[in-house]
């Protein structure tokens, strides 16, 4: 037993004599912290050279001194661009200076390799944009490694240029209608697109160079603001504030044009950093519309071109009158404004915005002008058409009925439906609506356009009345049976199965009176149908007219 004890001891005494503090040890290595793809952007406030510390680690226990050097790599760039089908390009060395080599001492564990960029003649050659070096580590030091998974490095250095706008919804051209305002505040703040990086000066200059032919300048007698505010540094915005004197401002359509720029020449200015404010006051009471074509807030011709029409006048001023449409041509002999067309055989109605402007303050009056097609005369504006009356059979189309009198109709299959459909009526009944025509007008004439994508529901019999008042009560058309009834469609209008070009072509049937007559309402009444024993009528669209 004490063989045993013995022998065991001198195993214990030998092993503690081992030492293993070396045996998981690795040398120092050097290498990138951050690998492949690093970017750095710089914005540029001046054209000083400026420097760029790229960081290399050292790693492994010993942390002894180590001496390396980073060189360009080219074979790197190849790689990356091949790894991630990229085409980046290697910037020349004419526009960096690089310390490749460096020196860790013991104990140290990082150190900066400054590159030195040339920004004046980079920006001067190629602007702001983002430039590309490859590097890898090598190391100097004969116990010393590198890290090889960490050792190339792509830096993409960036040339930003500050950017400045107006940080509001009043930039660029913006329109402000004033009634009975005395002053008005509009926030004109500029906004950077980065922090800051140093203090300077934004700056609000008033530039005609903004006005479009034609536009009148406000006299900066009636508006103020700073013309500098400072952007300070690490700050993003600017304020300003333009004050307008609306009560003291004259009548008339007036521009306030302002345009941004910095102290600092590189700081620059994005493309909307301008404004070019109309501000209106008053109203263009000296231009009053003929009542021969006033209808509602629109003027309403007629599609023939025979003669220049007169629709209106212009009382002890100098003005303009143009047109949004070629189609259009408006001109001013002495007071009176005076339109001419073309014809218009488009089978549609068409319409263009007049527009009548004082030369003495730009104080502008429009109106929509609609020229009706050459067939339809005319046309009374339903837009201001009401449904002041209708049967009771007709109570649960009310929501629809409208449809009758909004100027949409089908088109093509492919269009939405836009038809009226009327049913369940007794036989002995017919459908009755009356429209209020909004003003009373002169007509001599009424047409329905039937459902465009199935024409067998339209009405075989209708009945028209017309009345100033919608108390007396006139019946017309030319026609009519000893119930003032007329005959509707007819069973080969309405057969698209033999005559398929009868669908969607917007034919409007119209029954003309025996003589024009001045009327507010119309009362329509409207019998059976060739589909389902009459009892459902279809209408895609109403329309009165003088022809």
Not at 203 to 218: F, H, K, M, N, V
Not at 267 to 285: P, R, Y
Not at 450 to 460: E, G, H, I
């Amino acid at each position: 037993m004490k063989k045993y004890i013995s022998t065991l001891l001198l195993i214990l005494i030998f092993s503690s004599c081992i030492d293993h503090r070396y045996d998981e040890m690795v040398d120092d290595t050097a290498y990138f912290p951050n690998s492949e793809l690093v970017t750095y952007q710089l914005t540029v406030t001046n054209d000083n050279d400026y420097v760029y510390d790229l960081w290399v680690h050292k790693g492994g226990f010993f942390q002894k001194k180590f001496v390396g050097r980073v060189e360009l790599s080219y074979a790197y760039l190849v790689e990356y661009n091949q790894t991630n089908n990229t085409d980046y390009e290697m910037l020349d060395s004419r526009y960096y200076t690089l310390q490749r080599d460096f020196t860790m001492e013991e104990g140290e564990n990082e150190c900066a390799i400054p590159i030195t960029f040339k920004v004046k003649q980079m920006l001067d050659d190629f602007g702001y944009q983002t430039f590309y070096l490859p590097l890898s580590v090598q190391s100097l030091t004969p116990e010393g490694g590198i890290y090889d998974e960490k050792s190339s490095v792509l830096l993409a250095f960036t040339l930003k240029q500050p950017l400045v706008t107006i940080d509001t919804d009043w930039k660029e051209k913006q329109y402000k209608k004033f009634d009975n305002e005395s002053s008005y505040e509009f926030d004109i703040t500029a906004v950077m697109d980065v922090d800051a990086p140093e203090d300077f000066q934004v700056i609000y200059t008033r530039d005609e160079s903004l006005l479009e032919p034609g536009e009148l300048a406000l006299d900066p007698t009636y508006y103020t603001f700073s013309d500098s505010v400072l952007m300070a540094k690490g700050e993003k915005y600017a304020e300003n504030y333009m004050q307008l004197k609306v009560a003291e401002m004259p009548d008339g359509e007036w521009v306030i044009p302002i345009k941004l720029s910095s102290s600092n020449e590189k700081i620059g200015m994005l493309d909307d950093a301008w404004l070019a404010l109309t501000v209106s006051k008053g109203e263009l009471n000296e231009v009053t519309w003929s009542a021969t074509y006033l209808q509602g807030d629109k003027i309403i011709i007629p599609g023939s071109a025979e003669t220049a029409l007169e629709i209106g006048e212009i009382d002890q001023i100098t003005a303009t009158a143009t047109a949004d449409e070629s189609w259009l041509r408006p001109h001013i002999t002495g007071n009176k404004i005076v339109i001419e067309t073309d014809e218009n055989n488009t089978g549609a109605e068409r319409s263009a915005t007049l527009t009548i402007r004082n030369q003495a303050n730009n104080l502008p009056k429009t109106i929509e002008v609609v020229q009706a097609d050459v067939l339809a005369g005319i046309p009374l504006n339903k837009e201001i058409w009401t449904l002041e009356a209708y049967s009771d059979n007709c109570t649960k189309h009310l929501n629809d009925i409208p449809k009758m009198y909004d100027g949409q109709w089908r088109k093509s299959a492919n269009d939405k439906d836009s038809y009226v459909e009327l049913n369940d009526r007794d036989p002995a009944d017919p459908f009755v609506l009356t429209f209020n025509l909004g003003m009373e007008q002169s007509l001599n004439t009424f047409g329905i356009m039937p459902r465009q994508q199935w024409l067998r529901p339209s009405p075989k019999r209708v009945k028209i009345e017309v009345s100033p008042d919608n108390e007396n009560w006139t019946t017309v058309g030319k026609g009519q049976d000893a119930n003032g009834i007329l005959v509707g469609f007819g069973d080969a209008e309405t057969d698209s199965s033999k005559y398929p070009e009868l669908l969607y072509n917007g034919v409007i049937k119209w029954f003309d009176f025996e003589e024009p007559v001045r009327a507010r309402y119309i009362r329509l009444s409207l019998y059976e149908s060739w589909w389902n024993s009459g009892n459902v009528v279809c209408i895609e669209e109403v329309f009165a007219s003088f022809k």
